[in-house]
């Protein structure tokens, strides 16, 4: 990571953690004052734009979450003895899942064929 991006980064940051809007002319002003002089505006505007009308502190919690596992988290887990039932349900989709790609297989041709 270059030193504009890390500037840039740390600066929203600040921004975010002090509930202030992240703007290309804060995030210019507080590299400025942090006497950071390699950063060129248009990466100030870049990150901007990224994080505009979006949540810093919202991004930061749910890093590594990707979308399948936060919508599978909660069919897991389950409520209290659902738990069970959940599992013995995600099985036969599985089997059904391995059966199409058999049958993908069985077409006489392959991908390195």
């Known amino acids: 990571m270059s030193t504009s991006e890390l500037a840039?980064?740390?600066a929203a940051l600040?921004?975010?953690?002090?509930?202030?809007e992240?703007?290309?002319d804060k995030?210019?002003?507080l590299i400025k004052a942090a006497k950071v002089e390699e950063v060129?505006?248009?990466w100030t505007s870049l990150f901007a734009k990224a994080l505009d009308g979006k949540s810093v502190k919202d991004?930061?919690?749910n890093v590594g979450s990707g979308g399948g596992a936060?919508?599978?988290a909660p069919a897991a887990?389950?409520?209290?003895?659902g738990g069970g039932e959940t599992t013995t349900e995600a099985e036969p989709e599985k089997k059904k899942e391995e059966e199409k790609e058999e049958s993908d297989e069985d077409m006489g041709f392959g991908l390195f064929d």
């Open 59 to 61: 991004i930061l919690t």
């Open 14 to 20: 600040i921004l975010a953690d002090d509930e202030v």
């Open 40 to 42: 060129e505006p248009i």
């Open 70 to 72: 936060a919508a599978a």
């Open 8 to 10: 840039c980064s740390y």
């Open 77 to 81: 887990g389950g409520g209290g003895g």
């Open 22 to 24: 992240i703007t290309a």
């Open 27 to 29: 995030l210019q002003s």
